[in-house]
């Protein structure tokens, strides 16, 4: 038998959108100063603002901290964004 990692539970803390805390993390897709693309044991999460950067990453842990301005927070499906990238952006990653 395969013994299959038990999922962690997923939390987003969030203090005066300038600090995040997230928990159930299992990868970070991308991120830039205005976009941060986690994948958490919720789906993906899409976090957008303004002088983002990743504080701190412990994916054996499954925490990840944010700081910058968080100006828009979206759950997308474990599918999603790949495919609503432009063509050329997609080809060159």
Do not use: C, W
């Amino acid at each position: 038998m395969e013994d299959k990692k038990a999922l962690q539970s997923h939390s987003l803390f969030l203090d005066d959108r300038r600090y995040g805390k997230l928990t159930g993390i299992q990868d970070i897709h991308s991120f830039n100063e205005n976009e941060i693309l986690l994948l958490s044991e919720a789906g993906k999460i899409l976090l957008k603002g303004e002088q983002l950067h990743v504080k701190s990453l412990n994916l054996e842990k499954g925490e990840a901290e944010i700081e910058g301005r968080v100006n828009h927070i979206s759950y997308l499906t474990r599918t999603a964004g790949k495919k609503n990238d432009p063509l050329m952006k997609r080809l060159f990653r």
